[in-house]
């Protein structure tokens, strides 16, 4: 049984709700250079994957296209820049030597191609086979073997993984409004727990610095890479804490975990969800630029609107032993990761005090406040996350 308050169940509906407004599989097309005949029997063999199960392909991108293939040489990655939000980028191409680091070879290809995600092809260890590695923004990154002769069973096993991810609902738009009670302009107890906490945070040292997008980008790319991702920068993870029954605080996006200060720009008050738009409300003072909220906002909605008894969340890029974690690697941002993780709260014994998973990505925690997370499971957290 899920466990929600007044609005609760309100908040999975409108979920669901948004989430039927799309009808059908969706359109797809292939763009790129496909220079290789791994390239070209992958294309194909996609392709074909995605038409079996009901997908319309076009010869060239139309203007609301839902998926876009592009396929190009590892030494000369196009970006595809895409015209509508919805639309999902998958980047592929090859590398005939295996790297030591797939991570490290491949991640630079999502901000080379300007993609959601990134299918890297490379030999299997053994040499024997092909490998398809996804690689993730968020770093996670996993691999599906080709076993020779089984190529329908190959493709499907990479639609499976790719249409979850492409069919997902980003909610990272955010819409201001200066109605900010004036005794909140400088914050509160409450802000002053999350600014503690995001001391603490930092240092835990969970991952290195962000990844350097700007050796890689020009400015204007690094523009468009930003508006794209609704992102100041990868950061380590982010904070909140329950204001009131409908409220509550979140740390920005982007921004330094060890100075979360001013109350508009480190530290914003989240105040609704309009899925008209999609997007996320937040009430700011007047007079200040804001910056925008953590990506995970919508996560963080949707648990506080199900869960009365949850009074802050920490969501960190770390692992905990033991935990249940979600099936799929939705992108952060999502309606569909907001509603798996809040559901598997639900499930828990105390979903009050829980650790979840969010899989190939990092652990939400739920807790009284920051403070009693921090005492709870401080010396649990382990910096590395698994991969599957």
């Not at 319309?56 to 190009?72: A, G, H, K, M, S």
């Not at 975990?257 to 969800?273: A, N």
């Amino acid at each position: 049984m899920i466990r929600s308050m007044s609005g609760g169940v309100s908040a999975q509906l409108i979920a669901l709700n948004f989430i039927a407004k799309d009808e059908g599989p969706g359109t797809f097309t292939i763009i790129g250079e496909q220079s290789t005949p791994h390239l070209r029997w992958f294309a194909e063999g996609l392709r074909n994957a995605l038409i079996r199960q009901g997908h319309e392909y076009t010869e060239q991108p139309i203007p609301d296209i839902r998926l876009v293939l592009n396929v190009f040489p590892h030494d000369k990655p196009k970006p595809y820049r895409r015209k509508a939000q919805a639309t999902f980028v998958v980047g592929i191409t090859e590398f005939a030597q295996r790297p030591a680091d797939i991570l490290v070879a491949g991640y630079p290809y999502l901000l080379y191609s300007l993609a959601n995600l990134v299918i890297l092809l490379v030999p299997t260890a053994d040499g024997q086979s092909v490998e398809a590695r996804f690689i993730t923004l968020e770093r996670g990154n996993y691999g599906i073997p080709y076993v020779p002769g089984q190529d329908e069973q190959f493709f499907e096993a990479i639609y499976q993984r790719l249409y979850p991810l492409a069919s997902s609902h980003l909610v990272i738009n955010n819409v201001f409004k200066t109605d900010l009670e004036p005794e909140l302009w400088n914050g509160d107890e409450i802000t002053a727990q999350i600014t503690r906490a995001g001391k603490r945070l930092d240092a835990m040292n969970l991952l290195p610095a962000p990844f350097p997008v700007e050796e890689f980008l020009s400015e204007k790319e690094l523009r468009h890479v930003r508006r794209l991702y609704g992102i100041g920068g990868l950061s380590y993870g982010n904070l909140s804490a329950r204001k009131d029954r409908t409220r509550f605080w979140m740390s920005a996006s982007g921004v330094d975990k060890s100075k979360l200060e001013v109350v508009g720009q480190d530290i914003l008050m989240v105040s609704g969800f309009d899925p008209t738009i999609p997007a996320i409300i937040l009430s700011v003072p007047p007079n200040i630029k804001p910056r925008r909220v953590s990506v995970d906002a919508i996560e963080h909605w949707m648990i506080y609107q199900q869960h009365p008894e949850i009074g802050a969340i920490m969501h960190v890029h770390a692992w905990m032993d033991g935990i249940r974690s979600t099936e799929i690697n939705y992108p952060c941002g999502t309606l569909e990761l907001a509603q798996a993780v809040s559901n598997l709260l639900a499930q828990e014994p105390d979903p009050g005090h829980a650790v979840i998973g969010l899989k190939n990505h990092g652990v939400t925690i739920t807790g009284e406040s920051l403070d009693e997370i921090f005492e709870r499971v401080g010396d649990k957290i382990i910096p590395q996350v698994p991969m599957t």
